[in-house]
């Protein structure tokens, strides 16, 4: 599976940004996919999931500005993130397990400034 991030920016605080997840190759139905935040010089941290189900988990740093869903027919996920910070800048990727193998978008920078 192949997958593709977008939507992201350069963003004041405050603003909003909506990122998609687009996969190819095969479909992501049946499988989890999360959002990864990398700050400049830190490591790749989860920020959202959603699972097969639509159960979801947020990191507690964007939990209730940020919200991640899914349209299967369109074989994308979205992060809608609200209530941007300086904090939140990065490159943001989507990730998915299958049989075994992760799978990694190229990412998209998100930056907000003051």
């Known amino acids: 599976v192949q997958l593709v991030e977008s939507g992201g920016g350069l963003v004041q605080r405050g603003g909003s940004l909506t990122l998609s997840c687009a996969a190819s190759?095969?479909?992501?139905?049946?499988?989890?996919i999360g959002w990864f935040r990398q700050a400049p010089g830190k490591e790749r941290n989860l920020v959202a999931e959603?699972?097969?189900?639509?159960?979801?988990f947020y990191d507690a740093s964007v939990k209730g500005r940020f919200t991640i869903s899914r349209d299967n027919a369109k074989n994308t996920v979205y992060l809608q993130m609200n209530s941007l910070e300086p904090e939140d800048t990065g490159i943001f990727f989507c990730?998915?397990?299958?049989?075994?193998?992760?799978?990694w978008g190229q990412g998209t920078q998100v930056t907000v400034s003051l």
């Open positions: 990730n998915t397990w299958q049989s075994g193998t992760g799978y």
């Open positions: 190759g095969d479909r992501i139905d049946d499988y989890a």
């Open positions: 959603i699972r097969s189900n639509r159960d979801t």
